[in-house]
T-cell receptor, first 116, second 114 residues
């Protein structure tokens, strides 16, 4: 079984500053993927970034980067130059590739509020 | 290209009633998933379709929940009879057969059972 832990239920960040959202995971499968999703107040889940367990480099997508520390089993999301539109819930998730099916296991989420 | 759509966006029903949620995946996506988030809890996997077949339904909470995917296109999730603890947001997601792990989510259906 796999598990995702997001220890920050909520946080404030000043506009234009960077913010790091913590995510630790637990899995016995050597082949897995880590995902971050954003859920704004409108409710939809928006895929942000993906990191494979065998990827040598940290994933980056625009202002989003994933600080992947495999030995520590952490996959923190870094949002650079925060914008007001970044205010949302953020979910970390894991998918084990060797397991049957493609189900994502999610953490409890972190609510980010960007202050002007 | 249209994204994943879900209907209704919000449903309020009384305990004991029946509700059917619908999900239309992205055109051409063979994989369709249902997830839900009950109040204050994590988003939990319910089941996974590959075309019209149930690949994994290990997350379905009990036999009051019935999911179908007619012809491998849209899917419905029926709750009958609804209980108070079924309240939450039900998400649908879809992915291509070639990249099954890139799941695109719909906006969710907020179900309130009173």
């Amino acid at each position: 079984a796999q598990k995702i832990t997001q220890t920050q239920p909520g946080m404030f960040v000043q506009e234009k500053e960077a913010v790091t959202l913590d995510c630790t995971y637990d899995t016995s499968d050597p082949s897995y993927g880590l995902f971050w999703y954003k859920q704004p107040s409108s409710g939809e889940m928006i895929f942000l970034i993906y990191q494979g367990s065998y990827d040598q480099q940290n994933a980056t997508e625009g202002r989003y980067s994933l600080n992947f520390q495999k030995a520590r089993k952490s996959a923190n999301l870094v949002i650079s130059a925060s914008q007001l539109g970044d205010s949302a819930m953020y979910f970390c998730a894991i998918l084990n590739f060797k397991a049957a099916g493609n189900k994502l296991t999610f953490g409890g989420g972190t609510r980010v509020l960007v202050k002007p | 290209e249209a994204g994943v759509t879900q209907f209704p966006s919000h449903s309020v029903i009384e305990k004991g009633q029946t509700v059917t949620l619908r999900c239309d995946p992205i055109s051409g996506h063979d994989n369709l998933y249902w997830y839900r988030r009950v109040m204050g809890k994590e988003i939990k996997f319910l089941l996974h379709f590959v075309k019209e077949s149930k690949q994994d339904e290990s997350g379905m909470p009990n036999n009051r929940f019935l999911a179908e995917r007619t012809g491998g296109t849209y899917s419905t999730l029926k709750v009958q009879p609804a209980e108070l603890e079924d309240s939450g947001v039900y998400f649908c997601a879809s992915s291509q057969g070639s990249i099954p792990y890139e799941q695109y989510f719909g906006p969710g259906t907020r179900l309130t059972v009173t």
